[in-house]
């Protein structure tokens, strides 16, 4: 149980596109995800918490009209990255958590590569 | 913001040799997970622990959340090959629901 996926793993785009990452909960709803970056050695950072219905809430320095996230269902969240720039470049990874339960479970990461 | 110091920033090891790596902070924590995560991959949830004093085991993994509520510990027993990557603390302070970390513990088990 408490399985998280990600789509795509993988994305390489040209400077100026935008990119969509879906997360999803298979076996479970979650009230709230959570999206995280990671950058090459270190560890993760939360960018923004999602919550189903309503608008995420972005953590200080992380631009909300970049990092699109859209919490549209219990089981789907969806992180769009807008006008993307090599400096986007990351490891992008979601979480969540059950309903009353306060254990994160973490998809397995989407690459982003930008030229 | 929060951070939980984890220690050590990283290991080297022969299989078979017990490892221990542990967290702490300035601050109270009323929930700590342990994560690891394998290259390219997300983190995956090994243990959590919710009261002062609690020694959870999971397999060859064993962790105790601090009787002070500021540090926990993790113990691997025996070692093997597969047990290579990086572990991360982390944890949740108070009503927030956002998960602070450690910068992780990196492990590497020779054969």
């Known amino acids: 149980g408490a399985v998280v996926s990600q789509h795509p793993s993988r994305v390489i785009c040209k400077s100026g596109t935008s990119v969509k990452i879906e997360c999803r909960s298979l076996?479970?709803?979650?009230?709230?995800m959570f999206w995280y970056r990671q950058f090459p050695k270190q560890s993760l950072m939360l960018m923004a918490t999602?919550?189903?219905?309503?608008?995420?809430?972005?953590e200080q320095g992380v631009e909300k009209d970049k990092f699109l996230i859209n919490h549209a269902s219990l089981t789907l969240s969806t992180l769009t990255v807008t006008s993307a720039h090599p400096e986007d470049s990351s490891f992008y990874i979601c979480?969540?958590?059950?309903?009353?339960?306060?254990?994160?479970?973490f998809g397995p990461g989407t690459r982003l590569t930008v030229l | 913001g929060q951070q939980l110091n984890q220690s050590p920033q990283s290991m080297f090891i022969q299989e078979g040799e017990d490892v221990s790596m542990n967290c702490t902070s300035s601050?109270?924590?009323?929930?700590w997970l342990w994560y690891k995560q394998d290259p390219g991959e997300g983190p995956v949830l090994l243990i959590a622990?919710?009261?002062?004093?609690e020694l959870t085991s999971n397999g060859r993994l064993t962790a105790q959340f601090g009787i002070t509520r500021k540090d926990s510990f993790l113990n691997i027993s025996a070692s093997i090959p597969s047990d290579v990557g990086i572990y991360f603390c982390?944890?949740?302070?108070?009503?927030?629901?956002?998960?602070?970390f450690g910068k992780g513990t990196k492990l590497t088990v020779n054969p």
């Open positions: 622990l919710y009261k002062a004093g």
């Open positions: 979480s969540a958590s059950p309903a009353h339960n306060n254990e994160q479970f």
């Open positions: 601050s109270i924590f009323n929930t």
């Open positions: 076996d479970f709803q979650a009230t709230t």
């Open positions: 982390a944890g949740y302070q108070g009503g927030s629901e956002k998960l602070v």
């Open positions: 999602s919550n189903e219905g309503s608008k995420a809430t972005y």
